[in-house]
C-alpha cells in the first residue's frame, strides 16, 4: 500500500501537495518522493526528489525552496513490490515522444514480472524490483508505439492485471488513472478557479483545499477518478477521456475501510468511520458479549468500539493509549521491525483493566504480532476475562493487489480453527474470540458485488494464476 496526492493549476504547488501526502503518512512510511513542474522544467533538478523517512522530515523546507510550479505530486511509499530502498521509491521516469514522464501509483501488479520480461525484450532497463516502474515504462513504450498519450494508457489498462491508482506528470500536464476494477482508492476534486487537487484519500483534499481561495467557506465536491475515464490535466482544464466499451464491474478492497483509510476520509464513496460503526455493531449483533467494558485497540479499531458499545449497551472505556510516534506495526517493512514497534506502541491503564471483564475490539488479526503482545498486556495487569472482537472475517488467503497480506497469516497456520488461533494469541479457554463473519461483515457494504474480499473468501476478481514473486534485490 502507499499513497498519492498531487494538485494541477494552482501558485501553491508544491506546498499543497506536502500538506496532502503529509495526510497520508498512514498509508507508507518509509520513502517519499515528490515532483513539480512550473510547464517547462520539472523541480527538483534533477527530478525526482526521493527520500528514505515520513513526508516532513522528507520534504524540508529547505527541498521545497527548490521546488516550484503550477503542478506536483507526491507519494508515500511501504514495500509490498520490491525491498525498502531508493531504487524501489517513485516516482519512476521514462522517456515519451514529448519528453521525459514521470508517474507514481498506489497498488500491485500481479502480472507484473511478465510485463516486465516483455519491456526488457523491447530494450527497456529496469532499476529496481517495483511495479510502478513497469507501469511507467510500459505507458512510455506503448505511447511511443501508438503515438498518443491517452491511447497508450487505454492500451496499458488492458495489459495490466491487478491495482493502481497512478499520477503520470509530463512537463506541461498529467494524468489521473486507476485500474478499471478501482481496488485502490482515489478521488479528486477543483476549485472555482480551475485548480484540481487528487489524492488517494478524501482526508488529503480536505486538507489541502482548507484554505484555498473559494473552497473554505463552501467546502469541496468530492469526486471519484472513475476506472472508466482517464484524466488529463492540461491548458488549466480537466478533460475526462471515457472509455464505455469498458465493464462497469468493480472490485472495491474491504479492507482500505476495515483497517487501512484513516476514518476521516471518504473511500469508494462511503464514509469510513461511519462504515466501521455499522461493522462494530453487526459484530456486536453476532457475538452478543458479556463483559464490563468495551474498548478499543487504537486507532484504526476506535469507531468499530463505538459500534460495539452502542449495540450492546455496554460502556466503553480507554484501557490501552497509543504512543503516537510509532507510526504504523502493519506497514513495517520485517517482521523485528513490527514485533519492536508493537512493544513500544500500547501502555496499558491498569486501574481499568484489574479484575474486569474486558471486551476488546480489534480490525483484525492478519499476523497476530501486535495481538499477541496485548492480551499478554491485559494478563499481565490482572484483567479476568478477555472477549476479542475482530471486525474482519478469518483472513485465509493472500492479497495480490497491493496489502501486505501474504505469508505468514495465522489463520492460514490455524487451518481456520477459531480455537487454534485462540491459542496462539494467547487467550485461554475461559476468554472468548469472535471474528466478524462473512455474511456479517457483507451485510454492511452497500453493494457486495462491487467490492474484493478475496483475502477473507478466495475467490478473486483477477487472475491471479499469472503472479510471480519478485526476486529480492
Ligand atoms: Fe483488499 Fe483483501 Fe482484496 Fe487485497 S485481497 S484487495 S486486502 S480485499
Redesign the pocket.
Known sequence: MCGIAGCYNTPYAPGIMRDGLFMLQHRGQEWVGAVSSDGNNFYPDPAPFRAQGLVMQALTNGTMHGMMGFMAMGHVRYSTQGSSELNNAQPHMAVTPEGPMLFCSNGDIVNCAQLRRQLTAQGYTFYSQNDGEVITKLIAWLWNTLGNPVAAIRAAKKQLIG?FSGIMMLKDRAFLVRDHLE?RPYCLTQSPDGAVFFASESVALDIMTADYPGLDQDGYALQEVSGSEIVELWGGTLIRHLDPALSPKR?H????SIYFSRPDSRVFGISVKRFRRRLGAALAREAYPVGDVVAAVPDSAVEAALGVSHESGIELDTVLFRHHYTGRTFIEPDQPKRDYAAKLKFNPDDESIRGKRIILVDDSIVRGTTMRKLVGMLKRHGCSQITLLITCPLIQ?S?????D?KGHLVAVEAEGSVERIKQAVGLETHDVLHFLSLPGLESCIPDPDN??????SGV??TDITCYEAPSAK
Do not use: D, K, T
Open positions: 491495482s481496488m472490485a478492497c474491504v479492507f482500505e488467503h492479497c495480490y493487489y497491493g496489502v497480506i467490492w474484493c474480499r478475496a483475502c477473507l478473486y476478481p
